[in-house]
């Protein structure tokens, strides 16, 4: 294990119980970290809006609250609502523009009723994922963990100006230089001990440059008081359902759908950064992840504030500190809402000079991006997905600094397409979906999950390969895989829920660029294919012996074997080589 974990930098996987004192000292870090976006976003959204400055700080202390308690279910994980990771949740900058526009035609109380209805239809997209796993691929992922250091880059610019006009002349410059010298320092040189503590102590001596300059604002700290809540100034639910309701209702969905994007994003992410062996991504935690943040943004609404969504900061803390334990993120969660009451905690934080945060802001995503390529990289390759992700990280940043037609862009679906997150993503999408409604028809065949079922698997497997005109040596192979791999699905049906009724199995065939690519849909099962093949020769015991078997001539007689658990079904796809291509490549 210690081997393992010298390599990974794992220092605690989300099954090991971190000690007391660590597991505080790092929720508390990650808090502090994450506090000052989570209030500064519901802000400015308000703000802009002209909102009377009751409602503004209202917002921002019922977003903190809601943030914070999902940010700990999502660890703590409900039964399927949360994804068992350590996971940040708060007010996202994708739906700044259309919150802005929902209180400019309608007030609040459109805002809230909007916000709710968004949460709805994301609750309804959590519950069937598993049918839009063609569109909403590792490619469409990652182009969005690509594109989130774009959307990050004005708004780091834009701090570093942001100091007193009293301070030295070079306040910020000193104190970004500063911060990011000594953050990336203890990253690269420190020992594991120090290394999880470089953020906070980065942004503390980066703080010290800055206040002996004169860019720190001691004044509101010491005004702010030390326990307290806003006064309650809750704008209620507008149910009247006018014309501006529905207007405005299709920019939420979208954006409803960016967010959902980024949650999966983010939910894949930290399932490869939090265990020392690398594993299968399990969507029943994306399925997890994306209902929480459902439940997070119908309570956003009932609250007033706007919506929110899982954050890929929480991947990038992880990654740096190598702690991913559970316990962590549920210290982070009740923490943040906790600082809620706190205006004095609240206002040091707030305090910290924009050049500071600027300096963690370009530390963090450097390994951001890194992640995005890792994770376009894991399903393969190919001159298809190459182009989805060149041309759709292009357009976005084309949108982001207004360098694609922005006469027309700009005021699309009140300014949607004006973030490079949203516009990038959005366009992954359509592409996926323009290629998959254009592929090959696949065939179908419904039968039930049980061994008598393999005739029928021949004949269907036989009439597909007569009408693609493939040799007796390409159908035999795929006749092995396709039985293989019903005779693991079998072996590998213990589900969590009682059985009701014979377990279904629905198989599919296509061609793709002279590979049959065959898929298996059935009920739920309780471990992973494709972990089990990486596991093979771990555990040759004599119960093991025969299910290793079929993974071995799996693995010899696929060229790829992807295994997707969901909550309703599992989804196996094998595809396979003509016989001869694979030793000639």
Request: aromatic share 8%; glycine share 12%; proline share 5%.
């Amino acid at each position: 294990m210690a081997a393992r974990e010298a390599e990974s930098g794992i220092l605690y996987e989300p099954d090991e119980r971190a000690p007391p004192l660590l597991a505080t000292g790092f929720g508390l870090q990650f808090a502090i970290l994450t506090l000052s976006s989570m209030i500064v976003i519901p802000m400015t959204v308000f703000r802009s809006a002209g909102s009377p400055e009751a409602l503004v700080t209202w917002a921002a202390f019922a977003s903190l609250i809601v943030g914070g308690g999902i940010t700990a279910l999502q660890a703590f994980r409900l039964g399927r609502i949360g994804a068992g990771y350590m996971l940040i949740t708060g007010a996202s900058g994708a739906a700044i523009a259309i919150c802005a526009d929902a209180l400019e035609a309608g007030g609040p109380g459109l805002l809230a009723m909007l916000v709710c209805a968004a949460g709805v239809f994301q609750l309804v997209f959590s519950a069937r994922l598993s049918l839009f796993r063609r569109i909403l691929t590792p490619t469409v992922s990652g182009t969005v963990l690509l594109l989130l250091p774009v959307t990050v880059v004005p708004v780091t610019l834009g701090l570093l100006d942001d100091v007193p006009r009293a301070s030295a002349p070079h306040a910020a410059s000193a104190s970004a230089l500063t911060t990011v010298l000594v953050l990336a320092g203890i990253m690269l040189k420190g020992g594991r001990k120090l290394r999880p503590w470089a953020p906070v102590v980065g942004i503390a001596v980066g703080s010290a440059v800055a206040a002996s300059l004169g860019a720190y604002d001691v004044d509101r700290v010491l005004r702010a008081g030390w326990i307290g809540a806003p006064e309650l100034a809750w704008p209620g639910l507008d149910l009247d359902f006018g014309p501006s309701f529905w207007g405005l209702l299709p920019g939420f969905l979208l954006v409803i759908v960016v967010l959902t994007i980024r949650t999966i994003s983010a939910s894949v992410g930290i399932q490869g950064v939090s265990w020392r062996r690398r594993r299968a991504v399990d969507f029943r935690t994306v399925q997890g992840a994306v209902t929480a943040d459902g439940v997070c943004n119908v309570l956003a609404g009932l609250a007033g504030t706007i919506p929110n969504g899982a954050r890929t900061t929480t991947v990038t803390l992880t990654q740096l500190t190598g702690v991913g334990s559970r316990a962590v993120g549920v210290v982070l969660g009740l923490a943040l809402a906790a600082m809620a009451f706190f205006p004095k905690l609240l206002a040091l934080v707030l305090a910290v000079p924009g050049p500071v945060l600027a300096g963690y802001v370009v530390v963090m995503i450097a390994s951001l991006f890194t992640l995005g390529i890792t994770t376009v990289a894991q399903d393969g390759l190919d001159h298809r997905k190459a182009l989805i992700v060149g041309f759709s990280f292009w357009f976005g940043f084309g949108c982001q600094f207004d360098l694609i037609f922005p006469e027309y862009l700009s005021g699309f679906a009140g300014g949607l397409l004006d973030s490079g997150l949203t516009a990038g993503g959005l366009v992954a999408i359509f592409i996926t979906v323009f290629l998959d409604l254009t592929a090959p028809r696949r065939k179908r065949l419904a039968v039930a999950l049980e061994v008598e079922a393999l005739p029928q698997l021949r004949e269907f497997l036989a009439g597909f390969a007569g009408r693609r005109g493939w040799d007796a040596a390409m159908l035999r192979r795929v006749e092995a895989a396709s039985e293989e791999s019903l005779l693991t699905l079998l072996g590998h049906g213990d589900s969590d829920g009682p059985a009701v009724g014979p377990r279904r199995l629905l198989v599919t065939a296509r061609e793709d660029e002279g590979d049959a690519l065959i898929e298996f849909v059935a009920a739920p099962g309780e471990q992973n294919i494709e972990d089990s093949m990486t596991l093979l020769g771990e555990r040759a015991t004599a119960d093991t012996m025969e299910r290793e078997v079929s993974l071995r001539l799996l693995r010899h007689l696929a060229s790829s074997v992807r295994h997707q658990q969901y909550h309703e079904t599992d989804i196996l796809t094998v595809r396979v080589e003509p016989p001869g291509q694979d030793q000639a490549s």
